[in-house]
């Protein structure tokens, strides 16, 4: 893992000001979405879009059984897009991460794990999450929990980091926001991103202090990386309490 906000430091030292903020020169057009930004918005987009097939089919009446198995399609689709535009994404070149800054993401891991299993009361929920049940006839249908552990813990991180904190983070401060370092991100892009990331889940108070947690990874180790490594600790060990407790609709 590489601190990517370093190869734009040396041109923004370089430039003028308005390089240096990442502003457009006069007269030139930034598109407010560049291929770069859709490489980051599809993977994300394709996970969400299938969280709405599932809600249709359910609502039409199609059995719990066939329905799980749409997560590893889901996933199976995400990995696509993830592969299809991997030497996109240079903030995951090369993967590497320091020990202090990869120790205090396992640690903020397993805070917000804590924090997510204990901020569940009333006023802290939107609705009712349908949850992820992998009993088939009352027994757990593994390669399920297989697919479900390895997707939330290896695939989403990357999948939510490089949109959330990559992308729109750095969006809000630019358009052109591969030309946004991490020292220029500000309270805006910071409060807009953390609450966007809250309301998306269904424990909105818990999203909330997840994605406060894995923007400060991001600004303080100025490394995608960090935020990834926290954002899979959590959903990995969130698995793991899941299969011992039993609470089918933490998933």
């Known amino acids: 893992m590489t601190q990517h906000d370093d ?16 502003a457009t020169a006069p ?10 930004a859709w490489v980051r918005i599809l993977p994300f987009a394709a996970y969400m879009l299938f969280l709405v097939i599932a809600d249709v089919l359910e609502r039409l009446g199609v059995a719990p059984g066939p329905l799980r198995w749409l997560y590893p399609v889901k996933i199976g689709v995400v ?3 993830l592969a299809l535009f991997w030497r996109q994404y240079h903030e995951l070149k090369p993967l590497r991460l320091r020990l202090p800054a990869a ?11 804590v924090l997510w299993v204990s901020l569940n009361a009333d006023w802290m929920t939107i609705g009712a999450a349908p949850g992820f049940d992998p009993r088939d006839g009352g027994r757990i249908d593994w ?3 297989a697919i479900r552990i390895a997707g939330a ?8 980091e490089l949109f959330w904190r990559s992308f729109l983070m750095r969006w809000i401060v630019h358009p052109d926001f591969e030309a946004v370092e991490t020292s220029q991100l500000g309270l805006k892009s910071f409060v807009i991103t953390v609450l966007l990331f809250g309301f998306e889940h269904n424990l909105w108070l818990a999203g909330i202090v997840a994605g406060a947690a894995y923007s400060l990874l991001y600004m ?4 995608l990386w960090s935020p990834i490594l926290a954002h899979a600790v959590t959903n990995g060990l969130l698995g793991v309490w899941v299969l011992v407790t039993g609470n089918w609709s933490y998933w």
């Open 27 to 36: 007269g030139v057009a930034t598109p407010m979405l560049n291929r770069a």
């Open 220 to 223: 303080r180790h100025r490394n």
């Open 7 to 22: 190869r734009y430091a040396a041109p923004a030292a370089a430039a003028g000001p308005a390089e240096a903020t990442g």
């Open 143 to 145: 390669l399920l929990v």
């Open 103 to 113: 120790l205090t993401a396992i640690v903020t891991g397993i805070v917000v794990l």
């Open 79 to 81: 990995v696509l897009l």
């Open 153 to 160: 813990a290896l695939v989403v991180p990357v999948m939510e």
